[in-house]
């Protein structure tokens, strides 16, 4: 943000000015949100931040509240932009340990935003945690203060907000965990940045939305048949482990895919058999395991991991999977697999020749990873870094899924409920994706689009679902896709 506020200026739209939309755009959240709150209590800091919260502080007042600034640090001390809010706020300003908060109806946490550069302690962490426990409403702005606007992390104190008004852009903070709790509603504000300036910036991530992806979504064709739309092969479990495979299976299916095969031994078909109509089911040889079925040139994907096991047997057919090349989808015991030796995994993919998605959940990525990660490091560069690595679209699951591929382009979930964390939710989502990937979408799109999907199916399915009900509420979610703008 630093360069598209320095892009901005080069374009003839000052700092100035962007700091006086800031605090515009505050004020005009505060009041708007908070009708009946007359008495306001704004927290500024020594950055631009606390320079947004004077020029929130002045439109406040001529909107006829009454407010009052606390200011962390001296008010002669402050720089810039900062400077020049402060000097067109009146009246004075209160020492943090005065700050009213019992007088106060609205808080707002305009100490620190995106300049934060150690976690807060000393009179900073006191406010914070003085804030938090008034149980007055607070409004943040930008970030909530003690957040790292990059990571979502919060190493120190940091204030919990039931707002948070940031400018132009989300930041990665407001989409992780655990600073998407942090921020409570986040509103985001342009502050009249012109066109050009955002182009100065990279662009960390993308919030997984349709948009993102729906452009790439397969739409099937009048003139298609079953095997046009993909045909995904999956691994089933042993005899007592085929749950898993089949619950990815029919998520595949559901997805979109022509036609899925559940591929194992006898005893689990048999299994499979007693539970599934349209999953196909192939027998593979005790010999030759699925290196004949995968070799039949219509099937571009298979699925590998949910409930294969971790034996010398499951290795064998895993790496027939990478022999076969095609579009791959690994889970599950495919990180036990490799577990610690994440380089070799790449290696496999690569000699494969495979285009590989891998969707590890938190524990699972460390098993893979063992020590390689900074221990510091965001969740968002971590798939990034996972991805680089080994060549392959990570998908890092949680309640922020992450989704990232090997050229930097990342996306940041925010719609899976709290109750889609339920045991075999993570195999209904590797098969959304084969079923998207085998219909021929980018990587990225895919995953992007399954874990996208896998949220609102599980929000469809409401309250009490379990893994099993998923694959048929995503009919409900692909004929609202339908429906929305694409
Ligand atoms: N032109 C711009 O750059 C704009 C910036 N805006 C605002 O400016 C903010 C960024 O401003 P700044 O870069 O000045 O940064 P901040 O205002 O977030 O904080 C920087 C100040 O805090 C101090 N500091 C950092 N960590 C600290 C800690 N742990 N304990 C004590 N002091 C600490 C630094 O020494 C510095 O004085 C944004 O978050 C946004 O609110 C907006 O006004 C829009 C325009
Ligand atoms: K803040």
Partial sequence: MAKVDAAAVTLGVSGETLMENAG?????????????????????????????????????????????????????????????????????????????????????????????????????????????ASGKPILAVDVPSGLDGASGRAVGPCVEADVTVTFIRRKPGHLLLPGRTLCGEVVVADIGQPDGALSAAKVAARLNRPELWRAAFPEPRIDGHKYSRGHVAVWSGPLLATGASRLAATAALRAGAGAVTLVGPRPALKIHAAHVTAVMLREADQKAGWAPFLADRRIGTWLFGPGAGTDEEACGILDQGFSAGGRAVLDADVFTIFGGRPEELGAAIEDGGCEAVLTPHEGEFARLMGERMRPDASKL?????????????????????????????????????????????????????????????????????????????????????????????????????DDGPS
């Avoid at 755009?25 to 209590?41: G, H, K, N």
């Fill in 24 to 132: 515009a755009a505050v004020a005009d959240i505060a009041a708007r949100r908070w009708r009946d709150a007359r008495r306001v209590l704004v927290l500024a800091g020594p950055g631009n931040n606390g320079g947004d919260g004077f020029v929130a502080a002045r439109r406040l007042l001529a909107a006829g509240h009454e407010v009052r600034v606390a200011l962390l640090g001296e008010r002669a001390a402050l720089k810039g932009d900062a400077a020049g809010a402060a000097a067109r706020w009146d009246d004075g300003v209160v020492e943090p340990s005065d700050a009213p908060f019992d007088w106060a109806e609205l808080v707002i946490d305009a100490l620190f935003g995106a300049g934060l550069s150690r976690p807060l302690d000393g009179p900073a962490a006191a406010l914070v945690m003085a804030a938090n």
């Fill in 381 to 481: 560069e971590r798939a990034l870094a996972a991805s680089a690595l080994i060549g392959a679209t990570v998908v890092l699951k949680g309640p922020d899924t992450v989704v990232a591929t090997p050229d930097g382009c990342a996306s940041i979930a925010d719609n899976a409920p709290a109750f889609l964390a339920t045991a075999g939710a993570g195999d209904v989502l590797a098969g959304i994706c084969a079923g998207l990937l085998a219909q021929g979408m980018p990587a990225f799109e895919a995953a992007s689009a399954a874990v996208w999907l896998h949220g609102e199916a599980a929000r469809e399915a409401g309250r009490g679902m379990i893994a099993d009900d998923l694959p048929l509420a995503l009919r409900s979610v692909l004929g609202r896709l």
